[in-house]
């Protein structure tokens, strides 16, 4: 099976912006307290690679494997970790629902922000069981489009928020994911009981964090693969998208302008010797 739902952001600058602030800290702090320094990580999804290379510096001892669909971010992935001089690292070219390794290979298994853009998310789950150790920890962070929070309510803001929704679905993946996750690890066949559950946030309130991400929304609304695919798979003109990003513009200039995204993660443990 090869991965036939298209990533709704795509690989645009204006992501990348997004994607290359993520860290260890802010993006995979459940998971952390959890690792020692001999531990062998798969990371699923790895993008740009900045909560890849984190992880690595936490397992000296230990190795990171970081799987990624696209070769062009694989490469800016590998690009940071060797400027880094990060080496106990290795990348591969993969889809998530066929993993190239053999089963009970890794201590931890891991993607962040992965399974909402997947056609099959329990299938995916299901791999990253199977080529976790018994006794492994398989560990997921998603996302939820319909617990962000925000303030003030300016107008546009919401119709964002529903224009996600629409082209997320109509490019097979599910944006509140982080509140299913939990449910689709135990269809991916881990126990209730080895199942732990947490969320967390990122919050946006400064003046600069405003305007970092108002102004990145802004732009991959209408350029990013986000855009491309509103036109094509959810039937969004132009103009519409345009009104889209001008809201987000508007919102950047509230004074009082705060910005609250929630994800749900879960940490499940493989059963079996």
């Not at 990060?86 to 053999?102: E, H, K, Q, T, W």
């Not at 300016?154 to 679905?169: D, F, I, Q």
């Not at 400064?206 to 491309?228: D, I, N, P, Q, Y």
């Amino acid at each position: 099976m090869k991965e036939s739902a298209v990533y709704t952001h795509g690989h645009h600058p204006s992501v990348l912006r997004s994607h290359t602030w993520r860290t260890a800290t802010n993006s995979a702090g459940y998971l952390l307290p959890h690792l020692r320094p001999n531990m062998h990580i798969l990371d699923i999804g790895c993008g740009p690679g900045t909560i890849t290379v984190d992880l690595a510096r936490l397992v000296p001892q230990g190795t990171v494997t970081a799987v990624e669909l696209a070769p062009s971010v694989l490469r800016q992935a590998s690009a940071l970790a060797s400027s880094q001089s990060v080496s106990n690292i290795s990348f591969v070219a993969g889809d998530a629902n066929a993993l190239p390794f053999d089963e009970g290979t890794f201590d931890v298994v891991l993607c962040h922000q992965v399974l909402q853009h997947v056609r099959a998310p329990v299938r995916v789950l299901s791999e990253m069981r199977r080529v976790a150790k018994p006794g492994g920890l398989v560990a997921a962070r998603e996302s939820d489009y319909g617990g962000f929070v925000w303030f003030p309510e300016t107008p546009g803001m919401e119709r964002w928020r529903e224009t996600y929704l629409k082209v997320s679905r109509a490019n097979g993946g599910e944006p509140n994911a982080g509140r299913m996750v939990h449910a689709w690890a135990r269809a991916a066949g881990f126990a209730p009981t080895d199942i732990k559950c947490t969320s967390s946030n990122w919050c946006y309130s400064s003046k600069e964090e405003v305007e970092w991400w108002s102004g990145l929304w802004a732009e991959r609304t209408v350029a990013s693969e986000f855009g491309r695919t509103a036109r094509e798979n959810a039937g969004l003109t132009d103009t519409e998208l345009e009104g889209i990003a001008d809201a987000w513009r508007a919102w950047g200039r509230e004074e009082d302008a705060w910005f609250s995204v929630l994800s749900g993660e879960v940490i499940c443990v493989k059963g079996g010797k």
